[in-house]
């Protein structure tokens, strides 16, 4: 540990050290990230082909499945579902990662000291890299049902930082989760998949009524859910609550467990 | 500098003997707790080696892994001023899968130096390392030696000033030794600390001059090396023969 005198100066000082802090956060986390991509991935130019095919691995033989197969009804089925899977992706991809991430880094846990408080955040940007590659997803059902982009997708900017931060809530919950019960982390798995099946992913909204459409609200993911249909499927801006709802759980969560897993994360090195 | 104060560290254990954080604690039926290391108390001066001796699970890992700000005091105060460097097993936290390029642009920024100062660090590392051709392969295709060649090439990235060693020179070739040693004594003269846990005194003794002898989690005495290393061979043969 390195022992600073902190240099007079007020609030520009402090606001040059908050930055210079951010940055050396932010190298960390791409430090982090780029590391656990190259172990995914691995190198050489098969890994961009591994990158590109990997979400079809995940669930594009279940979109085949509903789309061609099963020959499900509605309107553009295929489509309603792959703006479901591909952000409840993320959420499962990143809580995955998050439950493994502290086993994963254990040579470097044991090893040296490090902002370990950044290693579920470094889960949810691996699989963001990844996650990005699932958009073709969308884009090839798209294609298939002949539903033209509209400018609606600029509020991707806005929908893909809500996302983001679900899973991260999400990603820091689960971390702990799996710290504290080893045993039950299938479990901990199957309650985070259970959320995709209590949401409408199988099923839009627009077609659910009365009291199962309200509970169904009450599920962080249905807004997101909803969200990406609105900017792929019905070409239109998302109402406020899908966005706001999913964002006001997601800071709860943060607020949360960040600060526990802050503290828990001083005793990693004893429990690996 | 690195002073400590009534240090205790204590692991917690649920009812089936695995250890738990404190959090995990609060939330079961406890099982039971041990100290791993308790009130132990010293000060290390700039420009000194310190030998850790004692045998294994005295509590000289848990002591260099406090040091490192790996583990953190559960009881009394610990305080370490300079940049520190640890290599904490032949691992050195190296990932297997990565190459040693890899791996020494990782953990270079993990040590606390931007990218671009990392990634212009690569050459050096690679020519200290004398890892040659092996350097651009996967660290699991190393030898023991080889991983902790890297790994302190690596840990001397940050230009310590304090440096931790848990037993990883004794897996080093006769070169490197020499390389490591050299290297130990020139953080000595600038002013800095080695602090090197083991069991090879010999060597213990080129890159110290004082040493601390952990007993049980508790600071047995503390000396200069000869002192200590008499001491607790002594006490270690007079064990064997009552033992026997």
Same mark, same amino acid.
């Given at each position: 540990?390195?022992?600073?005198?902190?240099?007079?100066?007020?609030?520009?000082?402090?606001?040059?050290?908050?930055?210079?802090?951010?940055?050396?956060?932010?190298?960390?986390?791409?430090?982090?990230?780029?590391?656990?991509?190259?172990?995914?991935?691995?190198?050489?130019?098969?890994?961009?082909?591994?990158?590109?095919?990997?979400?079809? #691995?995940?669930?594009?033989? &279940?979109?085949?499945?509903?789309?061609? +197969?099963?020959? @499900?009804?509605?309107?553009?089925? %295929? =489509?309603?579902?792959?703006?479901?899977?591909?952000?409840?992706?993320?959420?499962?991809?990143?809580?995955?990662?998050?439950?493994?991430?502290?086993?994963?880094?254990?040579?470097?846990?044991?090893?040296?000291?490090?902002?370990?408080?950044?290693?579920?955040?470094?889960?949810?940007?691996?699989?963001?890299?990844?996650?990005?590659?699932?958009?073709?997803?969308?884009?090839?059902?798209?294609?298939?049902?002949?539903?033209?982009?509209?400018?609606?997708?600029?509020?991707?900017?806005?929908?893909?930082?809500?996302?983001?931060?679900? #899973?991260?809530?999400?990603? &820091?919950?689960?971390?702990?989760?799996? +710290?504290?019960? @080893?045993?039950?982390?299938?479990? %901990? =798995?199957?309650?985070?998949?259970?959320?995709?099946?209590?949401?409408?992913?199988?099923?839009?909204?627009?077609?659910?009524?009365?009291?199962?459409?309200?509970?169904?609200?009450?599920?962080?993911?249905?807004?997101?859910?909803?969200?990406?249909?609105?900017?792929?499927?019905?070409?239109?801006?998302?109402?406020?609550?899908?966005?706001?709802?999913?964002?006001?759980?997601?800071?709860?969560?943060?607020?949360?467990?960040?600060?526990?897993?802050?503290?828990?994360?001083?005793?990693?090195?004893?429990?690996? | 500098?690195?002073?400590?104060?009534?240090?205790?560290?204590?692991?917690?254990?649920?009812?089936?003997?695995?250890?738990?954080?404190?959090?995990?604690?609060?939330?079961?039926?406890?099982?039971?707790?041990?100290?791993?290391?308790?009130?132990?108390?010293?000060?290390?001066?700039?420009?000194?080696?310190?030998?850790?001796?004692?045998?294994?699970?005295?509590?000289?890992?848990?002591?260099?892994?406090?040091?490192?700000?790996?583990?953190?005091?559960?009881?009394?105060?610990?305080?370490?001023?300079?940049?520190?460097?640890?290599?904490?097993?032949?691992?050195?936290?190296?990932?297997?899968?990565?190459?040693?390029?890899?791996?020494?642009?990782?953990?270079?920024?993990?040590?606390?130096?931007?990218?671009?100062?990392?990634?212009?660090?690569?050459?050096?590392?690679?020519?200290?390392?004398?890892?040659?051709?092996?350097?651009?392969?996967?660290?699991?295709?190393?030898?023991?030696?080889?991983?902790?060649?890297?790994?302190?090439?690596?840990?001397?990235?940050?230009?310590?000033?304090?440096?931790?060693?848990?037993?990883?020179?004794?897996?080093?070739?006769?070169?490197?030794?020499?390389?490591?040693?050299?290297?130990?004594?020139?953080?000595?003269?600038?002013?800095?600390?080695?602090?090197?846990?083991?069991?090879?005194?010999?060597?213990?003794?080129?890159?110290?001059?004082?040493?601390?002898?952990?007993?049980?989690?508790?600071?047995?005495?503390?000396?200069?090396?000869?002192?200590?290393?008499?001491?607790?061979?002594?006490?270690?043969?007079?064990?064997?023969?009552?033992?026997?």
């Amino acid at each position: 540990m390195e022992t600073e005198i902190a240099p007079r100066g007020g609030k520009t000082a402090s606001v040059g050290k908050a930055r210079s802090h951010a940055r050396a956060s932010v190298d960390v986390l791409l430090a982090l990230s780029q590391s656990d991509l190259r172990l995914r991935y691995g190198r050489g130019p098969g890994r961009i082909l591994r990158w590109l095919f990997e979400p079809f #691995a995940l669930v594009g033989i &279940y979109l085949v499945l509903v789309t061609v +197969v099963l020959g @499900r009804g509605g309107h553009a089925a %295929g =489509l309603n579902l792959a703006t479901s899977v591909v952000p409840f992706q993320l959420v499962m991809l990143s809580v995955t990662n998050a439950m493994n991430s502290i086993d994963a880094r254990k040579p470097i846990i044991l090893n040296m000291s490090f902002r370990r408080t950044l290693i579920p955040l470094s889960s949810v940007c691996t699989e963001c890299a990844s996650f990005i590659s699932s958009f073709f997803l969308i884009f090839f059902m798209m294609a298939i049902y002949q539903v033209a982009p509209t400018p609606s997708l600029l509020w991707l900017a806005v929908v893909l930082p809500v996302n983001l931060a679900v #899973a991260a809530g999400f990603a &820091y919950g689960m971390a702990l989760f799996a +710290v504290w019960f @080893r045993e039950l982390w299938s479990f %901990g =798995l199957s309650f985070v998949r259970m959320l995709f099946f209590i949401g409408p992913g199988l099923v839009p909204l627009s077609q659910t009524q009365g009291t199962a459409n309200a509970l169904l609200k009450l599920n962080p993911l249905t807004g997101i859910f909803e969200a990406y249909r609105d900017v792929f499927y019905y070409g239109r801006a998302p109402a406020a609550w899908e966005l706001l709802y999913p964002l006001g759980f997601a800071v709860v969560l943060l607020g949360i467990f960040v600060p526990i897993y802050h503290r828990e994360q001083r005793q990693f090195a004893k429990i690996i | 500098m690195v002073a400590a104060h009534d240090l205790g560290v204590h692991f917690l254990f649920d009812r089936q003997r695995r250890v738990v954080t404190p959090g995990t604690a609060r939330l079961r039926r406890q099982g039971s707790e041990a100290w791993g290391l308790q009130n132990v108390t010293f000060a290390m001066k700039s420009g000194c080696g310190y030998a850790l001796i004692g045998r294994s699970g005295s509590g000289k890992t848990t002591l260099l892994r406090l040091l490192a700000s790996v583990l953190f005091p559960d009881a009394g105060s610990l305080e370490v001023r300079g940049r520190v460097a640890s290599l904490l097993s032949t691992d050195a936290g190296l990932l297997a899968v990565l190459t040693g390029r890899e791996n020494a642009l990782h953990l270079g920024v993990l040590a606390g130096l931007s990218r671009p100062q990392s990634r212009a660090a690569l050459e050096q590392v690679k020519e200290r390392s004398k890892l040659g051709d092996y350097f651009e392969r996967p660290v699991s295709s190393y030898s023991q030696g080889m991983r902790a060649r890297l790994g302190l090439a690596v840990a001397d990235e940050i230009d310590p000033q304090i440096l931790l060693l848990d037993e990883v020179h004794e897996a080093l070739d006769h070169e490197f030794r020499r390389v490591l040693e050299e290297r130990a004594h020139e953080i000595l003269a600038g002013g800095g600390i080695v602090v090197a846990a083991g069991h090879d005194h010999q060597m213990l003794s080129r890159l110290c001059e004082r040493a601390l002898w952990l007993e049980g989690g508790r600071l047995q005495a503390e000396g200069s090396i000869e002192e200590i290393r008499d001491a607790y061979l002594e006490a270690t043969d007079r064990q064997e023969r009552s033992g026997t």
